[in-house]
């Protein structure tokens, strides 16, 4: 089973940006479609981007025309650029399997915290 590792998570001011990034244990080329989730205090956890291998893409309405999600199959990585970040992005955000019934084990998560 891939084992995967967020990081690039941090402080940031309202209107900033970061940039997440995901590495796979093993290849992702073979997996259809990754995603990057979160989880706010108290909400349950959510999708709010997935790419797959064709490049197509997936946004969450909250996110559109703020975050952009890629994958380097060749170094087994996804990322998430996130833009014009505001207060309510603030949550831990993951990385997984999308749009299949099995995912992988969650990973620790990278923490992102938008100050107002």
């Known amino acids: 089973q891939v084992q995967l590792v967020e990081s690039g998570g941090g402080l940031v001011q309202a209107g900033g940006s970061l940039r997440l990034s995901c590495a796979a244990s093993?290849?992702?080329?073979?997996?259809?479609?990754m995603g990057w989730y979160r989880q706010a205090p108290g909400k349950q956890r959510a999708l709010v981007a997935a790419?797959?291998?064709?490049?197509?893409?997936f946004y969450t309405d909250s996110v559109k025309g703020r975050f952009t999600i890629s994958r380097d199959n060749a170094k087994n990585t996804v990322y998430l650029q996130m833009n014009s970040l505001k207060p309510e992005d603030t949550a831990v955000y993951y990385c997984?399997?999308?749009?299949?019934?099995?995912?992988?084990?969650w990973g620790q998560g990278t923490q992102v915290t938008v100050s107002s």
């Open positions: 997984n399997i999308a749009y299949e019934s099995k995912l992988a084990s």
């Open positions: 790419i797959t291998n064709g490049a197509n893409t």
């Open positions: 093993r290849s992702i080329s073979s997996i259809y479609a």
